[in-house]
């Protein structure tokens, strides 16, 4: 009987990493419903990239009243996560506090007083946190697709971080033999006169529940992560290392064009020859759906965490246009996540459903608003590019669907007949250096 | 201003068995545009005056194709794409220097894989280098005291990452250089990037090229310095429709220096 604890946890630890692995194993699958891209070139960069921007948090300081608050709670997560590992060998092997036995008191009690304190940090960050959110009234948490579920999403997630702080202290503040060793305690100390009326028996019981509403509320919280625009505390690391090692304003060539263009350029072409590969697929140009972008793209969305500073940067956002870069992609991601369900429903194989994530979540008026400024690109803090969605999605529009606006029609063949997006003669070209 | 440009083009300059140093590559703007064709003269005074061997292509030269790839037109802009590399790489282009921020992103950045391999320069990065080798001089002498600030173009400044450059060359003039709240990495678009130039703004409460200009003028500036002639347009209409053409002036940064040396 004296071991039905140490199962019971045993249980709740496999049943929550259980499900959350199922759930990561269908994230990849969803991912890699994007076509492939290149990311082997330029590794020493990539990993620096990471290390600057996602682990050192570069890009989150340059605002700094949020950029130092979410310091505060992820240094607080990444540390306090050493004591769920105590934990779990306390909750699987019956022991209690095990680390304080293998460390010397001085060394344990220096770890948990500055868990202790970051508790505490995190508590004031995440309240700092709620105000702006729900009382301070910041433009870009406005933002029409900040209504319903994703407010709610941030408030869930906030909410969950006061409660697991609370118990973490409650926990240490009502443990006997911990606040008697007297080493660590720095918080805790103060809390345990609270508790003073109660009997030792129910202390304990405090104690205990506290502990296992931690744990529990850790591994719901890790659950969550898969339907929650917080998946980014895990996937800032790999999008960081794939974002783009080139200059922003760079584009991809398509590849597809090249092969045609060439062969249009090439004299000695046989336009009737039959093609090297009659199995492939035509490329279609572009995308209109979320499986004609790459897997960078869509990891791309599963990070996104709807902070809205690439928004809040975008002059056709700033000018009252319908584009919202994060808009893009949050549609990105609730199209991917849709177009995943829609698999699972039907045995693993896609079944149309009629709808794409052109038109049926984001509009031609929201990709024609875009200035290709890259303000959206360099405000991510996690290496996000809306950017190349909209190009991608500009592309569609224009070369399979010739839907480009009529001035821009204009343009074009004014470049394509003359070389030039005005109707110049190419031959007037250096007239200038004539004219006085 | 009466003395004659010198403008070689690289088939003449074929024709004489010389190859110059330097490209030119003046863009669409550049070459069709009334004002963009102010400068296109500015930089080339300059280039006259520290007698830099350079060409152009003239009638050779067309489109890069960056409008058209914004717009989503890859094929027409490798198609142009293409073509340009030919003649480039006939004539045998190593390094290209041009006044357009657009021309140098592709040029620069897009061309390489299609087979267009060269050197890019931005205009404020090679008439700076021409400072630094002591083949330009300049003197602030009418710009003294001028309140001077630099709007960065997208496609200079975060696209590539020179911010610099044209702000050293402020700085030569002796004028007091002045930031806008929103400048370098943060610097806000004119509105013209990205086709924008060629359509209509989608509907919106502001155009961006006010909102920007708006910028400009809480800082009360005698001159807004631009470094493409894109931005040029949207901040000359910009000041223009806050009635501030009288004490604004809208300016690249090749024609200040051109200025300044009375040329």
Same mark, same amino acid.
């Given at each position: 009987m004296q071991f039905i604890p140490n199962i019971l946890f045993a249980i709740a630890l496999i049943l929550g990493v259980g499900y959350f692995s199922r759930n990561v194993k269908k994230l990849i699958r969803n991912i890699k419903l994007g076509h492939d891209v290149d990311v082997s070139d330029e590794k020493g960069k990539r990993f620096n990239n990471m290390l600057r921007i996602?682990? /050192? $948090?570069?890009? !989150? @300081? @340059? =605002?700094p009243v949020a950029g130092i608050m979410h310091f505060i709670v992820y240094i607080g997560f990444v540390i306090i996560n050493l004591e769920v590992l105590e934990i779990i060998i306390d909750g699987l092997? *019956?022991?209690? =506090?095990?680390f304080s036995s293998v460390l010397s008191s001085s060394v344990y009690g220096f770890l948990i007083g500055s868990f202790e304190i970051l508790a505490v940090l995190v508590l004031i960050a995440v309240v700092v946190f709620w105000l702006r959110r729900n009382t301070i009234k910041l433009k870009r948490f406005l933002n029409p697709e900040m209504k319903g579920w994703p407010k709610n999403d941030a408030n869930y997630i906030l909410y969950f971080e006061v409660v697991l702080m609370c118990l973490f202290l409650t926990m240490n503040a009502t443990d006997a033999p911990f606040q008697e060793m007297n080493s660590g305690n720095v918080i805790s100390g103060f809390m345990a006169p609270w508790f003073s009326g109660f009997s030792e028996g129910t202390l304990h019981i405090i104690e205990r529940s506290a502990w296992w509403l931690h744990i529990i509320g850790i591994l719901v919280f890790l659950n969550y992560l898969y339907f929650s625009k917080h998946l980014h505390i895990l996937l800032a690391f790999p999008n960081t290392y794939f974002g783009s090692v080139h200059p922003k304003g760079e584009l991809d060539n398509l590849e597809s064009v090249t092969n045609e263009v060439k062969l249009m350029m090439d004299p000695n072409a046989d336009p009737f020859a039959a093609p090297a590969n009659p199995d492939a697929v035509p490329a279609k140009f572009g995308a209109s759906d979320v499986t004609d972008l790459s897997w960078l793209q869509l990891l791309n969305a599963y990070t996104c965490t709807e902070c809205g500073r690439c928004t809040s940067e975008c002059p056709a956002n700033q000018t009252g246009k319908k584009l919202s870069p994060r808009k893009i992609m949050m549609d990105t991601r609730d199209r991917l996540e849709e177009v995943g369900k829609n698999i699972d429903a039907n045995g693993g194989e896609f079944k149309d459903? *009629?709808? $794409? &994530? &052109? +038109?049926?979540?984001?509009t031609a008026e929201e990709l024609w608003a875009c200035t290709s400024c890259n303000a959206c690109v360099e405000a991510c803090p996690v290496s996000i590019n809306p950017l190349t969605i909209i190009i991608d999605m500009r592309r569609y529009l224009v070369m399979e669907q010739s839907a480009a606006p009529m001035e821009l029609n204009n343009m074009m063949s004014n470049v394509e007949n +003359? /070389?030039?997006?005005?109707?110049? +003669? $190419? !031959?007037? =070209? &250096? +007239?200038w250096a004539s004219e006085s | 201003m009466s003395e004659t440009l010198i403008v070689p083009t690289m088939a003449q300059m074929m024709a004489e068995g010389k190859q110059p140093e330097v490209l030119f590559w003046v863009g669409c703007a550049g070459s069709f545009d009334d004002r963009a064709k102010k400068i296109t003269k500015a930089f080339v005074r300059i280039l006259n005056k520290a007698k830099v061997s350079f060409a152009v292509l003239g009638t050779e030269e067309s489109c890069t194709g960056d409008p058209a790839k914004r717009a989503g037109n890859e094929f027409l802009f490798q198609m142009q794409a293409v073509t340009n590399i030919e003649v480039l790489n006939a004539y045998e282009v190593k390094t290209i220097v041009t006044t357009c921020p657009h021309c140098f992103n592709t040029l620069k950045n897009e061309y390489p894989s299609l087979g267009g391999n060269y050197t890019v320069m931005h205009h404020t990065q090679f008439l700076r280098n021409l400072l630094d080798e002591g083949k330009l001089t300049i003197e602030g002498g009418q710009f003294k005291g001028k309140r001077i600030t630099f709007h960065d173009p997208c496609y200079l400044g975060r696209a590539n990452n020179v911010y610099e450059a044209p702000r050293d060359l402020i700085r030569k003039l002796d004028a007091e250089l002045v930031e806008m709240k929103s400048c370098k990495s943060r610097g806000l678009c004119c509105g013209a990037g990205g086709a924008q130039m060629f359509k209509e703004a989608e509907p919106g409460n502001k155009e961006v090229n006010i909102e920007r200009t708006e910028q400009a003028l809480e800082i009360q500036p005698d001159i807004i310095a631009a470094g493409c002639p894109f931005c040029n347009t949207m901040m000359t209409d910009g000041v223009k429709n806050k009635e501030k053409e009288g004490q604004i002036k809208v300016m690249d940064v090749a024609e200040l220096i051109a200025n300044a040396q009375d040329l």
């Open positions: 996602a682990f /050192g $948090q570069s890009k !989150m @300081v @340059v =605002r092997f *019956g022991t209690h =506090r095990i459903d *009629g709808k $794409q &994530l &052109l +038109n049926d979540y984001i +003359n /070389g030039a997006p005005w109707p110049y +003669n $190419q !031959m007037d =070209r &250096l +007239n | -």
